[in-house]
């Protein structure tokens, strides 16, 4: 069987990831190495630097050389984070002369009008400045029979569509297109971060993700879908990250940002009541070396965090307050989900089970799932039902306590 050479690339605010893998006619795959470099030119998902972001490419292609006989393609998928998109529901309908069976053609056809309604609903500033990027089809009605997932093979003479547009900046792809053309490749796709980091885990263990919320938790930014019968049912992003998380420390506690981002690696948390109350760090302060509470790092960590999850939840309680009510799990991915204890900080938001989602590679890194998982979407493609879904609990306070510690379990506790 012949099978195509793939390469994904990440072009994160920290790391450089990029992958080769291959992938047959029928959909199978297989990841051939996976490498990550430090990140040059990049700042919260944007390219500050196109010269450094290229030197660091190219770091991360050579070193995919070093690690495979086989010669990268000339051509790249690219991940795109939030904050180069727009996302829409839309709906659409076609119908036909009379009664006929469905095929797939009719599904693009429906998928085209899908996209031009919403371009002329929107007008000239959406046409202009953006392009479609992903049409995820949430369900197909046929004369009014709905919650239909694959209308192939179907008859009637009615087809109608709810399903998420997503839409890039074409100055994104404009710029993404220059530089890889510059590391001597030629852009084949591009692929959503969030959407790309679900298929990091979609599929295993047939496992079927209805009311499940998927965060992904970056260094420069957060997205997340809420996924109902199997597909994004809502998308949305949040311009606040790690780095968001950092910069807010830093204010706080008055250090450099490579102290701080050590400190962070060693004592960071994001579930400050888990932290003993009685042990200390040595931190740099204007020249001289000072004691510092523990529990501080982790208490600012959970304050800051919880802002960006709370808005999370807001927004979701806004667009449809089932998804609150009904949450079967959260799956967490992103540098973020490194964070020690945040799985509890998410569950006790959410109230619902939290499971930290780690690639199907040898590399169980985390931050390594949007790279794997767009490798697992283009794979995803190559199926035949790929032709249809994808384009072209609260913290109790305890008993008071006096002094300081007192005064920090007393302001952990008024957090959630």
Same mark, same amino acid.
């Given at each position: 069987?012949?099978?195509?050479?793939?390469?994904?690339?990440?072009?994160?605010?920290?790391?450089?990831?990029?992958?080769?893998?291959?992938?047959?006619?029928?959909?199978?795959?297989?990841?051939?190495?996976?490498?990550?470099?430090?990140?040059?030119?990049?700042?919260?998902?944007?390219?500050?630097?196109?010269?450094?972001?290229?030197?660091?490419?190219?770091?991360?292609?050579?070193?995919?050389?070093?690690?495979?006989?086989?010669?990268?393609?000339?051509?790249?998928?690219?991940?795109?984070?939030?904050?180069?998109?727009?996302?829409?529901?839309?709906?659409?309908?076609?119908?036909?002369?009379?009664?006929?069976?469905?095929?797939?053609? =009719?599904?693009?056809?429906? $998928?085209? *009008?899908?996209? %031009?309604?919403? +371009? !002329? &609903?929107?007008?000239?500033?959406?046409?202009?400045?953006?392009?479609?990027?992903?049409?995820?089809?949430?369900?197909?009605?046929?004369?009014?029979?709905?919650?239909?997932?694959?209308?192939?093979?179907?008859?009637?003479?009615?087809?109608?569509?709810?399903?998420?547009?997503?839409?890039?900046?074409?100055?994104?792809?404009?710029?993404?297109?220059?530089?890889?053309?510059?590391?001597?490749?030629?852009?084949?796709?591009?692929?959503?971060?969030?959407?790309?980091?679900?298929?990091?885990?979609?599929?295993?263990?047939?496992?079927?993700?209805?009311?499940?919320?998927?965060?992904?938790?970056?260094?420069?930014?957060?997205?997340?879908?809420?996924?109902?019968?199997?597909?994004?049912?809502?998308?949305?992003?949040?311009?606040?990250?790690?780095?968001?998380?950092? =910069?807010?420390?830093?204010? $706080?506690? *008055?250090?450099? %940002?490579?102290? +701080? !981002? &050590?400190?962070?690696?060693?004592?960071?948390?994001?579930?400050?009541?888990?932290?003993?109350?009685?042990?200390?760090?040595?931190?740099?302060?204007?020249?001289?070396?000072?004691?510092?509470?523990?529990?501080?790092?982790?208490?600012?960590?959970?304050?800051?965090?919880?802002?960006?999850?709370?808005?999370?939840?807001?927004?979701?309680?806004?667009?449809?307050?089932?998804?609150?009510?009904?949450?079967?799990?959260?799956?967490?991915?992103?540098?973020?989900?490194?964070?020690?204890?945040?799985?509890?900080?998410?569950?006790?938001?959410?109230?619902?089970?939290?499971?930290?989602?780690?690639?199907?590679?040898?590399?169980?890194?985390?931050?390594?799932?949007?790279?794997?998982?767009?490798?697992?979407?283009?794979?995803?493609?190559?199926?035949?039902?790929?032709?249809?879904?994808?384009?072209?609990?609260?913290?109790?306070?305890?008993?008071?306590?006096?002094?300081?510690?007192?005064?920090?379990?007393?302001?952990?506790?008024?957090?959630?």
């Amino acid at each position: 069987m012949i099978e195509e050479k793939i390469l994904t690339i990440d072009l994160g605010t920290t790391y450089i990831r990029a992958t080769l893998g291959t992938v047959g006619r029928k959909g199978n795959k297989k990841i051939v190495a996976t490498v990550k470099v430090p990140s040059k030119g990049m700042k919260s998902g944007n390219i500050s630097s196109l010269v450094s972001v290229k030197d660091a490419l190219n770091a991360a292609l050579n070193e995919l050389k070093l690690k495979t006989t086989t010669p990268l393609p000339g051509e790249a998928y690219v991940i795109v984070p939030g904050g180069h998109v727009l996302s829409y529901r839309v709906e659409a309908k076609i119908t036909f002369p009379g009664i006929q069976q469905i095929h797939y053609k =009719d599904i693009n056809d429906l $998928k085209n *009008k899908a996209e %031009k309604d919403l +371009m !002329e &609903k929107k007008g000239q500033p959406l046409k202009q400045h953006y392009e479609t990027m992903h049409i995820i089809p949430q369900e197909f009605i046929i004369e009014n029979m709905s919650g239909i997932q694959n209308p192939i093979g179907h008859s009637g003479k009615e087809l109608a569509m709810r399903a998420l547009i997503i839409m890039v900046t074409k100055r994104t792809k404009k710029t993404l297109q220059d530089l890889l053309r510059d590391c001597g490749l030629k852009l084949n796709g591009l692929i959503l971060q969030s959407l790309a980091s679900f298929y990091g885990i979609k599929g295993r263990e047939n496992f079927y993700f209805n009311n499940n919320l998927f965060l992904y938790l970056g260094a420069g930014s957060t997205e997340y879908f809420f996924l109902r019968e199997d597909k994004p049912f809502l998308y949305k992003h949040l311009p606040e990250g790690g780095d968001d998380i950092i =910069d807010f420390l830093i204010s $706080k506690i *008055k250090i450099g %940002k490579k102290e +701080m !981002e &050590k400190l962070v690696k060693e004592h960071g948390s994001a579930y400050a009541l888990n932290i003993p109350q009685d042990e200390f760090v040595t931190i740099p302060v204007g020249g001289k070396l000072k004691k510092l509470p523990k529990i501080v790092i982790p208490a600012l960590i959970q304050l800051k965090l919880q802002k960006i999850l709370k808005e999370i939840k807001r927004e979701l309680q806004n667009e449809d307050p089932t998804t609150l009510i009904n949450m079967n799990k959260v799956f967490l991915t992103g540098g973020l989900a490194k964070l020690k204890d945040i799985d509890i900080l998410v569950s006790k938001i959410f109230k619902a089970p939290v499971e930290i989602c780690l690639p199907d590679c040898e590399d169980s890194d985390v931050t390594l799932t949007p790279v794997v998982g767009a490798l697992n979407y283009i794979a995803a493609t190559r199926k035949p039902e790929g032709k249809i879904f994808e384009v072209n609990e609260d913290i109790v306070p305890s008993k008071s306590e006096s002094g300081l510690f007192g005064w920090f379990r007393r302001f952990i506790d008024q957090l959630i």
